[in-house]
């Protein structure tokens, strides 16, 4: 059963980047035709799609974030990464990674992990 | 970009039937996912494909999708149904997923 769990550092600076990774743990990451997501959600508000990567490196974005965001797999470490550049209080939020597959749904997730921004 | 609409609440009594609904244009030409969310927990999928439930799924949730708006029923409500519900669509324009506002199930 494969499981997800995102790490990273809980409280970042305005203007800085903010970095997490999600290890995928009980099956590959280079397996099946599934891409791996990152969502978030701000504290009492909805789901927000940053965007998908493939095991292959083929990304898509969320346009409304597209031009400060980096998604990345290391597929030796069974890992992919989100980068977040120039961030505001506005991306305070709950991010969670997600396993999906194209035109369908997210299954699993990983259990979330908030993020702070602020001095 | 493609828009879902999500009524922001939906109260109901113990025993008895909720509906949430998900508007958008034409979402009967879209396939449709429900998840459910309870609070600090990560989302859970509870339908797929429009009608399928998940393994593990009550037998109790279900969906239908037709024209501008897809519906979740959820019979005979427990207390343990209280959460908030997400719908979730492909937008095939712009190649990626979108979801609704949420809905938040209260069970009186």
């Known amino acids: 059963q494969v499981q997800l769990q995102e790490s990273g550092p809980g409280l970042v600076k305005p203007s800085q980047t903010l970095s997490l990774t999600c290890t995928v743990s009980g099956g590959s990451i280079s397996s099946g035709s599934y891409y791996w997501s990152w969502i978030r959600q701000p504290a009492g508000k909805g789901l927000e799609w940053i965007g998908r990567v493939y095991s292959s490196g083929d990304t898509n974005y969320n346009p409304s974030l597209k031009s400060r965001v980096t998604i990345s797999v290391d597929t030796s470490k069974n890992q992919f990464s989100l980068r977040m550049s120039s961030v505001t209080a506005a991306d305070t939020a709950v991010y969670y990674c997600a396993r999906g597959r194209f035109l369908e749904w997210f299954d699993p997730w990983g259990q979330g992990t908030l993020v702070s921004v602020s001095s | ?108």
């Open chain 2, 1 to 108: 970009s493609y828009v879902l609409t999500q009524p922001p609440s939906v109260s109901v009594a113990p025993g008895k039937t909720a509906w949430i609904t998900c508007g958008g244009n034409n979402i009967g030409s879209k396939n449709v996912y429900w998840y459910q969310q309870k609070p600090g927990q990560a989302p859970v999928l509870v339908i797929y494909y429009d009608t399928d439930r998940p393994s593990g799924i009550p037998e109790r949730f279900s969906g239908s999708n037709s024209g501008n708006a897809a519906t979740l029923t959820i019979s005979r409500v427990e207390d343990g149904d209280e959460a908030d519900y997400y719908c979730q669509v492909w937008d095939t324009s712009s190649d990626h997923p979108v979801f609704g506002g949420g809905t938040q199930l209260t069970v009186l």
